[in-house]
């Protein structure tokens, strides 16, 4: 069974902290995606990656910063955490077909 | 510029059938997905259409009209397990982002 797997499901982090969240998939995907999802605004992209080493910003990459150095894996990082960053934050990655997989989620609280 | 729209809110009882609209405006079109995230979860691929007409998926059925921009979603002989929230999205291009609209939330009552 295909998985993209987001290396936590919980999180509890205090302001000013840096944060790092993971993401692997074992479907070989060329693109990766981190997206954050709030109650009345969607699914807002962060960033995403076509590549290894590759990067492109998204709609709402400030405070945000990724690192892609294997295929398989695309981590999200908060550079310093704010109240604001408290969200769910959801990985997906995507193949030829451009139909998206999603991770389980990792829901933060940011105190 | 890009927009989705769909419905914020639907309800539907047990056994009917409901129909959810999603209509788009964007630069290019190169195929349009449906989506369910149940509460506190990730979404999940239900769908997806590229060219006109009907997909069929047992309960689930999507439908394309590239000219008038416009897709829909019916769910058939609704179950109270399809409580979620449906998400249009559409790939507007040859780049790997889809544009996402912000779901319909179906409330399937007894």
């Known amino acids: 069974d295909v998985k993209v797997t987001q290396s936590s499901r919980y999180l509890v982090k205090r302001t000013g902290e840096k944060v790092f969240l993971e993401c692997v998939q074992d479907m070989d995907h060329e693109n990766m995606f981190w997206y954050r999802q709030d109650p009345g605004l969607g699914l807002r992209l962060i960033y995403f990656s076509y590549d290894v080493k590759m990067k492109e910003k998204g709609d709402i990459p400030e405070g945000y910063s990724v690192s892609r150095e294997k295929k398989e894996r695309f981590s999200l990082i908060l550079e310093s955490a704010s109240t604001n960053q408290t969200s769910m934050y959801l990985c997906?990655?995507?193949?030829?077909?451009?139909?998206?997989?999603f991770g389980s989620g990792t829901r933060l609280t940011v105190v | 510029g890009q927009n989705i729209d769909q419905p914020t809110e639907m309800t539907a009882t047990e056994g009917a059938i409901v129909q959810i609209n999603c209509t788009y405006q964007?630069?290019?079109?190169?195929?349009l997905f449906w989506y369910q995230q149940h509460a506190g979860e990730a979404p999940t691929f239900l769908s997806y259409?590229?060219l006109d007409g009907l997909e069929e998926k047992g309960r689930f059925s999507s439908f394309l009209s590239r000219s008038k921009g416009y897709s829909y979603l019916l769910l058939k002989e609704l179950q109270m397990k399809d409580s979620a929230s449906y998400l249009c999205?559409?790939?507007?291009?040859?780049?790997?982002?889809?544009?996402w609209g912000l779901g319909t939330s179906l409330a399937v009552n007894p």
């Open positions: 999205a559409v790939n507007a291009g040859n780049n790997r982002k889809l544009i």
């Open positions: 964007t630069s290019g079109f190169n195929g």
């Open positions: 259409n590229v």
């Open positions: 997906a990655s995507s193949g030829s077909s451009y139909g998206y997989t």
